[in-house]
């Protein structure tokens, strides 16, 4: 190992290792924007199916206190907010990188990191109070009607699941979504370089 030619081929073989090639970088750049439609279109459908089953049970059970339909409004506001804002990132799906130069693409993902960072921060923050809010302000109807161990049994489960989605899974989510993406943006950086073209 003491030639120094030896230790350059060594070093551009690690190097080429680590750096994928443009193509593995487009078909990365391409099956993440098929997963990011695919969640979009399981998003709204499972909006939708949430919002008809809550109206669905509004329907028969016939709340009879205010707190128990505003709750209900709080929460379909919240899916039909997270919603609207989730769907701004449909226009920047419709972009191929086969039909686009990399400094295009580069920038396009860009903007679909920029619209995520609002979702899972500004966006999923409101949407778990208001979720949040709706959910408490509709049980307080039946945990009046509970004995108080049960009413504090509801409502302490009820906690427990949010602060677990709030505390545990949406960090999980944000940072997976963040190094994803900001990975891929590093890469084809990489390649718009290697090709001459500017960032």
């Known amino acids: 190992m003491n030639n120094p030619a030896e230790f350059h081929d060594l070093w551009k073989k690690q190097e080429s290792a680590v750096i994928p090639g443009p193509e593995e970088v487009f078909r990365r750049a391409e099956t993440l924007r098929k997963k990011t439609r695919n969640g979009l279109i399981r998003a709204n459908l499972l909006g939708a199916g949430i919002i008809a089953f809550i109206v669905w049970v509004v329907l028969n059970a016939h709340p009879r206190l205010i707190t128990t339909k505003i709750g209900v409004l709080l929460v379909i506001i919240a899916v039909i907010c ?5 769907n701004r990132i449909i226009p920047l799906l419709g972009v191929n990188p086969m039909d686009s130069s990399n400094t295009h693409y580069l920038r396009q993902l860009i903007e679909i990191k920029k619209k995520q960072e609002f979702l899972h921060k500004t966006m999923l923050s409101f949407y778990f109070a208001l979720l949040s809010l709706g959910i408490f302000l509709y049980m307080i109807e039946y945990a009046g009607r509970m004995s108080l161990a049960g009413a504090l049994l509801a409502y302490g489960i009820t906690t427990a699941w949010i602060a677990l989605n709030w505390f545990y899974f949406r960090p999980r989510i ?5 190094d994803e993406i900001g990975q891929l943006i590093e890469n084809l950086k990489k390649v718009s370089r290697d090709l001459n073209e500017p960032d």
Do not use: R
Request: hydrophobic share 40%; glycine share 10%; net charge positive.
């Open 174 to 178: 944000i940072k997976k979504k963040g």
């Open 82 to 86: 997270y919603l609207l804002a989730y």
